[in-house]
């Protein structure tokens, strides 16, 4: 199965940018879109941005869409994910996931993720 490993979050203030990094080893990481989520205190987890496995297509969560990128190395089987333009709502742990249907082609916030990093911590202060 995919291991999946977040890095790169910490605190920047209100505008500033970060960019989270997800590697992953074991599994089928290069047939796999790979997502991002992202939970808040109190709040239910949300998709944020997907990429499918070849990195041809992306997709991003209305909230978040001209401010984040999300990208792939699949020779260094990592996933990105470029935050710009930070807002107070972008605090959340952020984590990463693995689809789980190789070449998935369909939509991307359709898919099932099934493997899960352990998060890391965006916060943005105003």
């Known amino acids: 199965q995919v291991q999946l490993v977040e890095s790169g979050g910490g605190l920047v203030q209100v505008g500033g940018s970060l960019r989270l990094s997800c590697a992953s080893s074991g599994g089928l990481f290069w047939a796999l879109a790979m997502g991002w989520f992202r939970q808040a205190p109190g709040k239910e987890r949300e998709f944020v941005a997907a990429?499918?496995?070849?990195?041809?297509?992306?997709s991003y969560a209305n909230s978040v869409k001209g401010r984040f990128t999300v990208s792939r190395d699949n020779a260094k089987n990592t996933v990105f994910l470029q935050m710009n333009s930070l807002k107070p709502e972008d605090t959340a742990v952020y984590y990463c996931a693995s689809g789980t249907r190789p070449y998935y082609s369909g939509t991307l916030g359709d898919e099932n993720y099934g493997s899960w990093g352990q998060g890391t911590q965006v916060t943005v202060s105003s």
């Open positions: 990429i499918t496995w070849s990195g041809g297509s992306t």
